[in-house]
């Protein structure tokens, strides 16, 4: 498959507008600026273009409830915010290509009728804010974006907002409030964003590939871009592989490829001849998955049949030498960390998940404990403000499901088994 | 007295349409004039701002990257979270602190190294990783930790 996010990465010079300039870089905007912004909602739509935030729903959905909000101005906010575990995916696009992503929101505000775009950009990633900046500077200088886009009339101003180290914020409400100067505190939906979003206005959140995707996706069409991998959710695809493989990375795929060809036909299989334990598919929040159920197709639509989710798209993959309730622990002390607190069930319900989790890895696991694990975890789901504690819940519920023994053993044994 | 972020603050605040937004922007730009945001740093920001200084308090310390105590010349930001974990990380904070003598969340004697301990930072295909003030170091090994470490003075 010909790489359309990761095109040119590795050119040293790729992140410069000339390069980009070079293989048809703001050639999409030109075009898509002499459409009328309800075609290319339309274009989007046919496409089947998915969010890749993590949630997949239906970008062009989300874009025709912004626009046909009466109210302006309308914001276009891109999620940089990256911040579930295993993922790192975004960061080559924002450090190396980061016209792609102007492009894309360019286009993208034209659709939308917004004129003013932010990107929400982790705090983590000191480099990728001033490789943005500068990127914005070049659009800027060579008319691509600010006042009067390319002579279409049309204006869009950018800016880059860096966020401060909280994982919250990447949920979209949160990040509005962070946007807004504020505590990442999530809001109640609806109302939904697209209506009332940021300083109360409709505002569009998408992620840094999902609006990447835009400029190929105007260049090729809706058909040819449906065209590729799967039928129900198409389109170029990042995979971030991390853990136990023998070439970790991010990977440019078509939608649908199987986990077990990520793993072993473009990783190069488990480390140092071991064995595959377990694999996170999407990024700790998503369910894990044990050796035999790696034949699913890594899309949003396919993979919740499969017993998981695509998430980000970020592979953690592990090997037998690894105890499952350590990493099971491990990413609760992540999901108690990262609470915001607003809710009972995720601060309270979360932080009582790790204290039992930590006894039993600990060796001080007792009878009942797994029972209780799973009480707490099924009072949890659905009784959030946002799907954090379901996440936190639901990692805990779907280690249980599937490597139940080895928390039975730690209980039995009174600490690891695999020591 | 003319405030000392006051000059910076404006080029940010004219990127939103409410004053407001410039919070978190206006907290990095006070913790990097002051190393870490003290009392009389965060009434700056209040002040400059005119938010309530309970309000620019109650921000400041719902983001883990702002600072409320002094930190040491160096800031080891290092990733313990799965992917690190299952890659030799919780090796490295023990080899920092017999080396360096600072704990998770605290400074050495010398004022040359704070540590902390990271979720992800988005460099789990090279982990175990850690940034070192604004550098990203990854693929650490428990030998080339000591390396890139002697690197800061
Ligand atoms: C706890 C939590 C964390 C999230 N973190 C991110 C993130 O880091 N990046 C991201 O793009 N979306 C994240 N999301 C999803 C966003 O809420 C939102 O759905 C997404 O940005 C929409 O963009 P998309 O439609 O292009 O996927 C998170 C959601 C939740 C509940
Ligand atoms: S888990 Fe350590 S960088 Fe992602």
């Known amino acids: 498959m010909e790489k359309v996010l990761l095109a040119n990465i590795d050119n040293p010079k790729s992140a410069e507008i000339g390069v980009y300039e070079a293989s048809g870089g703001y050639d999409s905007l030109r075009k898509s600026l002499e459409l009328a912004p309800d075609d290319i909602i339309e274009t989007v739509k046919k496409a089947n273009l998915r969010g890749r935030g993590g949630a997949g729903f239906p970008t062009g959905m989300k874009w025709m409830f912004a626009s046909k909000d009466p109210k302006f101005p309308k914001y276009l906010v891109c999620n940089a915010d990256e911040g579930e575990p295993g993922t790192f995916k975004d960061r080559p696009i924002l450090e190396k290509n980061p016209h792609i992503l102007i492009e894309g929101m360019a286009i993208s505000g034209h659709a939308l009728k917004a004129e003013f775009g932010y990107i929400y950009l982790r705090g983590e990633y000191p480099a990728a804010k001033g490789i943005l900046e500068e990127a914005i500077r070049q659009a800027e200088a060579k008319g691509y974006i600010g006042d009067n886009m390319m002579g279409s009339g049309r204006n869009f101003k950018l800016a880059v907002h860096q966020g401060a180290g909280a994982y919250i914020c990447g949920e979209e409400t949160a990040l509005i409030e962070s946007l807004e100067g504020k505590k990442g505190h999530p809001r109640i939906k609806p109302p939904f964003p697209v209506n009332v979003g940021a300083w109360g206005m409709p505002t569009i959140v998408n992620n840094v590939e999902t609006l990447s995707n835009m400029p190929f996706l105007m260049r090729v069409g809706p058909e040819a871009y449906a065209a590729i991998g799967s039928k129900e959710c198409p389109g170029p695809k990042l995979f971030c592989v991390s853990g136990h493989v023998n070439k970790p990375g991010v990977y440019e795929l078509p939608m649908g490829v199987t986990l077990r060809e990520i793993i072993y036909d473009h990783c190069g299989g488990i480390k140092n001849g071991k064995t595959l334990k377990a694999v996170i598919p999407g990024g700790i929040s998503t369910p894990v998955l044990p050796p035999d159920k790696i034949d699913c197709p890594m899309d949003f639509v396919n993979m919740p049949k499969h017993g998981s989710m695509l998430g980000s798209g970020a592979v953690i993959v592990m090997d037998e030498s690894v105890c499952l309730v350590k990493v099971c622990l491990r990413a609760l002390k992540f999901f108690e960390h990262e609470s915001c607190g607003k809710c009972t069930p995720c601060r309270d319900g979360v932080s009582w998940l790790r204290q039992v989790l930590a006894r039993i890895e600990g060796g001080e696991g007792r009878p009942g404990d797994i029972e209780l694990l799973s009480e707490v975890a099924g009072n949890i789901t659905g009784k959030t403000f946002c799907p954090l504690g379901d996440g936190a819940a639901s990692v805990v519920l779907n280690f249980i499901k599937h490597f139940r023994d080895e928390f039975d053993m730690h209980i039995a044994r009174k600490g690891c088994p695999i020591k | ?153």
């Open chain 2, 1 to 153: 007295m003319k405030s000392q972020i006051a000059d910076e603050l404006e080029c940010v605040k004219a990127k939103y349409p409410a004053e407001r937004a410039a919070l978190l922007p206006a907290l990095y730009l006070a913790q990097r004039k002051y190393g870490w945001l003290s009392a009389e740093a965060m009434d700056e920001v209040s002040r400059e701002l005119r938010v309530p200084k309970a309000t620019v308090r109650g921000v400041a310390t719902f983001y883990a990257m702002y600072r409320h105590k002094q930190v040491g010349r160096n800031v080891i930001q290092l990733c313990t979270n799965v992917s690190c974990m299952i890659l030799g990380a919780e090796r490295l904070v023990d080899i920092i602190r017999e080396k360096y003598g600072v704990e998770p969340g605290g400074t050495s004697a010398d004022g040359r190294f704070s540590l902390v301990i990271m979720e992800c930072i988005g460099a789990c295909g090279t982990a175990p990783a850690m940034l070192v003030n604004t550098d990203f170091h990854e693929s650490l090994t428990q030998e080339n930790i000591v390396t890139i470490l002697e690197g800061y003075r």
